[in-house]
């Protein structure tokens, strides 16, 4: 089953406009983490954020903004006044449980698109 | 400091051939992790070791596939023999083995065809 879905295949949207990437999780475990990466052309994959299940405060980086709500087990991805330098593919991964840190459950990713 | 490092880059061979895929992780990092992208199916982990040690394996799709850790710098994913459905993007990554749980750092990935 798949525990981490991000209905979005792809948005594309134009300069300057707000972009928001919805990330869905699944977990039974009280102690999980949730990371977003960023995947530009070159192939890449590059860490944005990490958060753990105890830390629900949403978190701001310059033009980016995460929204964390456990009652919805969602953790979404806002890129502010996009900029052609953000279009990338975009995903969510979930790490559950201690024995299992290693294991990432990515989703299948969300394209965005940037034109100017 | 420097991020993980994979070669080849970029791998071109043909159907039946033995393909040798190599990692060195950040200095540092016990843990690694090798993954596999494709369209159809996405990021998928193939295995990962802690402190030289294989974990879990079950992402390794068959017995072509192997991986090894020889030591605390170097690792490699094999395939042998190679088919067309091999080719796919194979990531490295690495992180500390701590907790809580560290992020994991990839490497630039290797493309692999398989013709």
């Known amino acids: 089953a798949q525990k981490v879905t991000q209905a979005q295949t792809e948005i594309s949207v134009v300069e300057k406009e707000d972009v928001t990437l919805d990330c869905v999780y699944e977990?039974?475990?009280?102690?999980?983490?949730l990371f977003w990466y960023k995947q530009p052309p070159s192939g890449e994959l590059v860490f944005l954020i990490r958060r753990n299940s105890f830390d629900e405060q949403n978190e701001i980086s310059g033009r980016y903004s995460w929204n964390f709500q456990k009652s919805t087990s969602s953790f979404n991805f806002t890129i502010t006044a996009s900029q052609v330098v953000d279009s990338a593919v975009y995903f969510c991964a979930l790490s559950e449980a201690p024995d299992s840190w290693g294991k990432f459950q990515f989703g299948a990713g969300t394209q965005v698109v940037v034109t100017p | 400091d420097a991020g993980v490092i994979q070669s080849p880059r970029h791998e071109v061979t043909e159907m039946g051939q033995e393909v040798t895929l190599r990692c060195k992780p950040i200095s540092g990092h016990n843990s690694l992790f090798w993954y596999r992208q494709t369209m159809m199916r996405g990021l998928e982990l193939l295995i990962y070791?802690?402190?030289?040690?294989?974990?879990?394996d079950s992402g390794m799709p068959e017995d072509r596939f192997s991986a090894k850790m020889p030591n605390a710098s170097f690792s490699t994913l094999k395939i042998q023999p190679s088919e067309p459905r091999d080719s796919a993007v194979y990531f490295c990554?690495?992180?500390?083995?701590?907790?809580?749980?560290?992020?994991?750092?990839f490497g630039p990935g290797t493309r692999l065809t398989v013709l």
């Open positions: 977990t039974r475990d009280t102690t999980y983490y």
């Open positions: 990554a690495s992180k500390t083995a701590g907790a809580p749980v560290d992020t994991q750092y």
């Open positions: 070791f802690n402190n030289n040690v294989p974990i879990d």
